[in-house]
C-alpha cells in the first residue's frame, strides 16, 4: 500500500502524519529522521489495526501542488 504522508517543518524539527490512518503520527529532529518513523510507525498501526481485526484503511489521499503568485 501506498499512503500520502504530511510532513510539517517545525522550529525545533518535523512532524508528520498519515490522514489516512487517524492517530498515526511521528516526530524527528530532520527530514529524514521523521520520513524513518513515519514509515515505522504507519508498519506498526497496521500490525496493530490487524491484531485488533480492525480493517486496514485504504489510501484514499492524495496530494497536488499548487502554484500560486505570491
Do not use: N, W
Not at 517545525?10 to 508528520?16: I, V, W
Not at 490522514?19 to 508498519?43: F, K, M, S, W, Y
Not at 491484531?51 to 502554484?67: C, L, N, Q, R, Y
Amino acid at each position: 500500500m501506498r499512503y500520502a504522508v504530511v510532513i510539517e517543518a517545525g522550529e525545533t524539527g518535523f512532524g508528520a502524519y498519515v490522514p489516512d490512518l487517524p492517530g498515526c503520527i511521528a516526530a524527528g529532529a530532520t527530514r529524514e529522521e521523521v520520513v524513518r518513523l513515519i514509515q515505522e510507525a504507519i508498519e506498526f498501526h497496521i500490525e496493530g489495526l490487524k491484531a485488533d481485526g480492525e480493517p486496514v484503511p485504504e489510501p484514499t489521499s492524495s496530494i497536488e501542488f499548487i502554484d500560486v503568485a505570491a
